[in-house]
């Protein structure tokens, strides 16, 4: 009877965990949005209205999104962020979390183009990355021979990690898409992507790279941005 009990209570903690471990992040990130402007409603009201805060950031978040997408918007943006980059250590965080946002979030570009799979830390051992952009020109002309920034975050906070410029022949390109490689990480290896198409991603990627260069504006080094909080080396 007991050891029916208990692995009825077992069941139950891994059934309902999830939910109550959600509800609780979503009740505390609503509560810390809603106390950004409280003291400041509770002034224009002259008392606490629930839910006021929150709703007065998501339209405030709605404008400057908005105002950032034409181009008088644009320029505004652009003096803020240039303004804000004089001051001193303010600079430093602000380029920090805008780096890593913009190479998570894509926004207006690919960040991360494929998922790869490399030999790190040591010939036998394997880590999952993701392909950001071919080799800058001085590393590709020094080196000899065609090569691809690859980043290897870290589990499960994929926010850091480390930048491997490494050669064709090394990297081994996988199936799965990017958001399935974000979460194979994240879950520590837990969520593992099923065996999707029949694709060659190696050979899609390769026509990829091959089209941009033939274009006849260069390719940028998108992952450039990203390398201020990550170690580079060559192999």
Same mark, same amino acid.
């Not at 890593?100 to 999952?128: L, N, T, Y």
């Given at each position: 009877?007991? @050891?029916?009990?208990?692995?009825?209570?077992?069941?139950?903690?891994?059934?309902?965990?999830?939910?109550?471990?959600?509800?609780?992040?979503?009740? /505390?990130?609503?509560?810390?949005?809603?106390? @950004?402007?409280?003291?400041?409603?509770?002034?224009?009201?002259?008392?606490?209205?629930?839910?006021?805060?929150?709703?007065?950031? /998501?339209?405030?978040?709605? @404008?400057?999104?908005?105002?950032?997408?034409?181009?008088?918007?644009?320029?505004?943006?652009?003096?803020?962020?240039?303004?804000?980059?004089?001051?001193?250590?303010?600079?430093?965080?602000?380029?920090?979390?805008?780096?890593?946002?913009?190479? /998570? !979030?894509?926004?207006?570009?690919?960040?991360?183009?494929?998922?790869?799979?490399?030999?790190?830390?040591?010939?036998?051992?394997? +880590?999952?990355?993701?392909?950001?952009?071919?080799?800058?020109?001085?590393?590709?002309?020094?080196?000899?021979?065609?090569?691809?920034?690859?980043?290897?975050?870290?589990?499960?906070?994929? *926010?850091?990690?480390?930048?491997?410029?490494?050669?064709?022949?090394?990297?081994?390109?996988?199936?799965?898409?990017?958001?399935?490689?974000?979460?194979? @990480?994240?879950?520590?290896?837990?969520?593992?992507?099923?065996?999707? !198409?029949?694709?060659?991603? !190696?050979? #899609?990627? +390769?026509?990829?790279? #091959?089209?941009? +260069?033939? +274009?006849?504006?260069? #390719?940028?080094?998108?992952?450039?941005?990203?390398? #201020?909080? !990550?170690?580079? *080396?060559?192999?």
């Amino acid at each position: 009877m007991l @050891i029916k009990l208990r692995k009825y209570l077992v069941t139950g903690m891994v059934v309902t965990l999830p939910l109550v471990v959600t509800v609780y992040i979503l009740v /505390f990130l609503f509560n810390t949005i809603d106390g @950004i402007l409280r003291h400041f409603l509770v002034l224009l009201f002259r008392r606490p209205v629930p839910g006021a805060g929150f709703v007065a950031i /998501f339209f405030l978040v709605l @404008i400057v999104g908005v105002v950032s997408t034409n181009v008088f918007g644009k320029k505004i943006i652009a003096h803020g962020e240039r303004f804000v980059t004089k001051i001193p250590l303010v600079k430093n965080v602000y380029i920090s979390v805008k780096q890593i946002i913009d190479a /998570f !979030s894509g926004q207006g570009k690919h960040a991360f183009q494929r998922v790869v799979m490399v030999e790190h830390p040591r010939p036998g051992m394997h +880590a999952i990355g993701f392909v950001t952009s071919e080799a800058p020109g001085e590393v590709k002309d020094r080196l000899g021979r065609d090569c691809f920034s690859v980043f290897l975050p870290t589990t499960p906070n994929p *926010a850091s990690g480390f930048l491997r410029i490494l050669p064709r022949k090394d990297i081994t390109f996988l199936d799965m898409s990017v958001e399935e490689g974000l979460k194979l @990480i994240i879950s520590c290896g837990a969520v593992v992507p099923q065996q999707s !198409s029949n694709l060659n991603p !190696s050979a #899609a990627f +390769a026509a990829e790279q #091959a089209a941009a +260069a033939s +274009a006849p504006t260069p #390719a940028v080094n998108r992952f450039a941005e990203t390398g #201020a909080h !990550s170690n580079t *080396a060559v192999d």
